[in-house]
């Protein structure tokens, strides 16, 4: 048995296999344009279909986890629309000539500098919702699709880390609980389990083994524990628990 300690994000104890939920590692591509207004219009139709994807996901939450968190999609679809990121985009597309791709991809990482040195954690995380909007962004105009939970059983969703809006199209009836490596209590995955009543654990270290795809496992999800193959003693103790 192997016992991996992370930060308990929702309570409640589960037990499955392991369903590692990787996203494919894109790169993306750098080089510069010949047609500026080409590639400002590139941008432009990517970022308004974002916005309607997220109006989608946005209807898709009232009726799932209620208004209050639903508008966890609604201030990404105000956060793309800002002004500020809309001018950060477009100048390094016309003053440096890069492709939108990288564009979006330099202004997210500025950004998200900027929310990493603050203090406060709550706001830090929004420097998350930054790169989940950009990652939007990048994987329409580079023509990916969302990753999927493909499974004949309900699992235990393991990933370096997930987005709100990961969580939220998560079929309810295979997913047991996640964890995660990154990730914390403010952040709006974390709010979006809890209202959902999703067992969850965030800040795993070395998570991500593929060793432990497809392992039994149990989640703790009251000490933030996730156990790779529990042995009899443990099982029998984290039935009994909080019963």
Do not use: W
């Amino acid at each position: 048995m192997i016992a991996l300690q992370g930060r308990p994000i929702c309570g409640g104890i589960v037990f499955g296999r392991i369903f590692m939920f990787e996203k494919n590692e894109r790169k993306i591509p750098r080089y510069n344009v010949e047609d500026i207004d080409k590639e400002l219009e590139r941008f432009d139709n990517a970022r308004r279909t974002a916005v309607d994807e997220l109006e989608r996901l946005y209807i898709h939450a009232i009726k799932n986890v209620g208004q209050s968190e639903a508008m966890i999609f609604s201030t990404h679809q105000i956060m793309l629309e800002d002004a500020d990121y809309d001018d950060m985009v477009k100048k390094i597309i016309r003053n440096d000539r890069q492709n939108a791709e990288r564009a979006v991809e330099i202004t997210c990482e500025k950004l998200s500098e900027v929310f990493d040195g603050m203090d406060n954690e709550y706001i830090r995380e929004r420097g998350e919702d930054i790169k989940d909007i950009s990652e939007r962004i990048i994987k329409i105009l580079s023509g990916s699709v969302r990753e999927r939970v493909y499974t004949n059983e309900p699992v235990i969703v393991a990933a370096h880390a997930l987005a709100p809006s990961d969580i939220i199209q998560f079929d309810k009836n295979k997913i047991l609980a996640f964890a995660t490596e990154k990730g914390s209590y403010n952040s709006h995955s974390a709010i979006l389990a809890r209202t959902m009543h999703l067992p969850a654990i965030t800040a795993v270290p070395c998570l991500m083994n593929e060793e432990y795809n497809g392992k039994e496992a149990a989640i703790d999800g009251y000490s933030g524990t996730i156990y790779i193959e529990p042995d009899k003693i443990t099982v029998n103790k984290l039935s009994n628990a909080h019963t």
